[in-house]
């Protein structure tokens, strides 16, 4: 069945050091979505990319879609202790969602 | 615009019980979905609707049922609670795009426990 798996599982950095975590998917992806979930939340909505290849930022935040369309990556550069939480990427390869197993990001002050 | 509503926030359950969690989305969205989360892990889905009617099995529904009578609901119903049923439960909403789906939008979450 549809495998979307993430490493690392854990990160523990120091603060103002940068962070990435890569997502892979057993198939090809139709787009891919970013979350955060903060502990104890529910997780929100980043970003989507849709096209092969694709990179978007946000502020310190950088996406990448891979060209195959089954990987991607985010980069957080110079963490922030309200970086803090779970990030999961979301591939959909039809009607469903299909969730990463999820990277915790530790920033240390 | 309250989004998306499930309740209860927290149950206790018997082994052997059953309940329905309540997930209910003020947005017009076509697309529901029920998430089940174990500690330290991801998001497995359990069942998915692309519309009121019709509804569909994801990644681990054994366990499970759901119905989707309006645009607005969709209950989830765990019949003959097991230990391993305990986990928190999201219900997450969705508007449909040509070509995929928006962002998904959670409730805050269930949280299940069987003893």
């Known amino acids: 069945g549809q495998q979307v798996m993430q490493i690392p599982q854990y990160q523990h950095v120091q603060e103002g050091e940068d962070f990435t975590t890569y997502c892979n998917s057993s198939?090809?992806?139709?787009?891919i979505q970013w979350y955060k979930q903060r502990p104890g939340g529910h997780p929100v909505f980043l970003i989507q990319?849709?096209?092969?290849?694709e990179v978007k930022k946000q502020k310190r935040l950088t996406f990448q879609f891979g060209e195959a369309k089954k990987n991607s990556s985010l980069h957080i550069t110079a963490t922030q202790t309200t970086d803090v939480g779970t990030y999961f990427c979301a591939g959909r390869p039809g009607n469903q969602f299909y969730f990463g197993t999820g990277t915790s990001l530790t920033v240390i002050p | 615009n309250a989004g998306v509503t499930q309740t209860p926030k927290f149950r206790i359950l018997k082994i052997g019980q059953s309940m329905t969690l309540q997930c209910t989305q003020d947005?017009?969205?076509?697309?529901m979905y029920w998430y089940r989360q174990d500690p330290g892990m991801g998001l497995k889905l359990i069942y998915y609707?692309?519309?009121?009617?019709?509804?569909d099995k994801g990644e681990v529904p054994n366990g499970y049922n759901v119905s989707r009578s309006t645009t607005e609901d969709f209950p989830l119903r765990l019949e003959l609670a097991a230990p391993s049923q305990t986990s928190v439960y999201f219900c997450?909403?969705?508007?449909?795009?040509?070509?995929?789906?928006?962002?998904?939008?959670f409730g805050e979450g269930s949280r299940l426990t069987v003893l």
């Open positions: 609707s692309v519309g009121a009617g019709i509804t």
């Open positions: 997450a909403s969705s508007y449909r795009l040509a070509g995929g789906t928006g962002e998904l939008f």
């Open positions: 198939t090809t992806l139709s787009n």
């Open positions: 947005m017009n969205h076509n697309y």
């Open positions: 990319l849709v096209k092969s290849g």
